[in-house]
């Protein structure tokens, strides 16, 4: 299978016909070692601390654990996300996900919200949600709970058949993700996704940023955390959703994080 693969920062016209033509792409060598170990630890902390039982996902663990708060705002995609979005996006939300040692093949999906499905917006669905993935396991080869994605879904009209669904037939278009720990996926809420099977007899654990546009609410939490927002960084405050808004709710009238992004590029 044919590899999206691009290089970390800048966000090239190359990247940019591959994310449209595909719905995501692939950034391998964000993490060193040492930082997918300290990225692992913290998430096998928050798991603990959450008593996750089989597979399961905790929200918000970038407040309380500098390792993964270092992420938010990653100079290898930051920019990536600037180039698809603009100045003007926040993390709507940051799960972590634990697949079980031999844990199951997930059901294939599109991201969204089931208040009020993306799909009622317009179709092919536009994008809402734009997800980095930071892998923390090793998934260099298939079966290692990787991501599976079907390239272009993002802008299929049709949905995907019930018999595919429910797992009765299997897609021969679907693409197993295979990549080293430390890499990041970049992907489009609309794509049809799944985890693929694990059979490894260790947890699997990826870190997920979702950036959303700014008048979206945020998914992981109700508020923020006071304490969180009084020491992280102008930039990641911004991020989070907090920045002046003269125009209340959502107007354009208000000064946007372009100096501190720039920042981050290069
Ligand atoms: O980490 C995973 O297995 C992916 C989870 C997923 O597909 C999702 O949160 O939408």
Redesign the pocket.
Known sequence: MLDPIVEPGRFTDLDSFIFESWGYFIIPNVLSKDEVAECLAASKRLHAAAGTKG?G?VGRGYETEAALEKLIDHPAVLPKIRGIYGDRFILQSG?N?M?PAHGKM?GW?Q?GSSAYNFNKVSSPIPLIQL?A?YLLTDQSKPRT?N?EFIPGSHRSMVVLPDTVRKGATEVPIGHVICAPAGSVLLFHNALW???YAHDGDYD?F?M?YIYSPPWIRSSDRLQNSQEFLQRTTPLRRALMGEFERPDAPYGANYPNPHVDLQNVED
Do not use: A, I, K, L
Request: no cysteine; hydrophobic share 15%.
């Open positions: 597979w996902q799960w996900t697949q997930g999906h991201d997800r993935s709970g991501m996704h799944r985890t699997r990826t997920h």
